[in-house]
């Protein structure tokens, strides 16, 4: 089945620096990779997706990108702010399992003011 | 309405009670689903159905038994957990099988 592998699980920068979290699926069929955010004591909120038929896309302050070939996708978050602390996660969708995302397992983002 | 409102909070309960969760949503969606996360994990997804009738089951022990009344209720009905049970029990919904998951805001559960 798919399995999805998520680094760094922890990462601290400054505030106005750029973060970025990258994930590895072995599903080639997977089609769809969301990014979750998890506030502490939150619940998780969509913030950004990509499906498999394109390479990029980008959203304000953040952009994800997906290399098919390689199997991994990546979040990329410009001018980090201390409300972007929080825990994010990738997750891939194996086309054999409608319904079932298979999340990452997490990475603590915090952006030191 | 864009929400999924999950009761209670918090639940408390013994190894010998049993206990119910509740979820609703008013977004139309036909999919429901119940993930357990615990502490620093991800969420780990326990059951979904489909235009309320049940998909997959992630091969939950029996002590926990999904219901879904209608397209806009889910329930999780808890009988005789253990201490490990314990965790943070997450009700998500979405349009289709491979968009959007809302979720609610969880039920805490302890297991004494």
């Known amino acids: 089945g798919e399995n999805v592998e998520q680094h760094p699980s922890t990462l601290s920068v400054q505030e106005g620096d750029s973060a970025v979290i990258k994930c590895t699926y072995s599903?080639?069929?997977?089609?769809?990779f969301p990014w979750y955010k998890q506030e502490l004591g939150k619940r998780p909120q969509l913030i950004i997706d990509?499906?498999?038929?394109?390479g990029e896309k980008k959203d304000q302050r953040i952009a994800v990108t997906l290399n098919k070939t390689a199997k991994h996708f990546s979040l990329h978050i410009t001018e980090t702010q201390p409300e972007d602390s929080a825990v994010y996660f990738c997750a891939a969708s194996p086309m054999d399992s409608s319904y079932k995302l298979i999340f990452g397992s997490g990475t603590r983002l915090l952006v030191r003011p | 309405d864009t929400e999924v409102t999950q009761t209670p909070k918090h639940l408390v309960m013994g190894m010998t009670n049993k206990k119910s969760l509740k979820c609703e949503q008013h977004m139309g969606h036909r999919a429901m689903y119940w993930y357990k996360q615990k502490a620093k994990k991800p969420p780990e997804l326990m059951f979904v159905?489909?235009?309320?009738?049940?998909?997959i089951n992630e091969s939950v022990p029996s002590r926990f038994s999904p219901e879904c009344p209608n397209s806009s209720l889910l329930n999780l009905h808890l009988h005789a957990l253990q201490p490990e049970d314990s965790a943070l029990y997450l009700c998500?919904?979405?349009?289709?099988?491979?968009?959007?998951?809302?979720f609610g805001e969880g039920s805490r559960l302890t297991v004494l």
């Open positions: 159905y489909s235009y309320e009738k049940l998909s």
């Open positions: 998500a919904s979405s349009q289709g099988f491979d968009g959007e998951l809302f």
């Open positions: 990509i499906r498999s038929n394109v």
């Open positions: 599903d080639s069929a997977s089609n769809y």
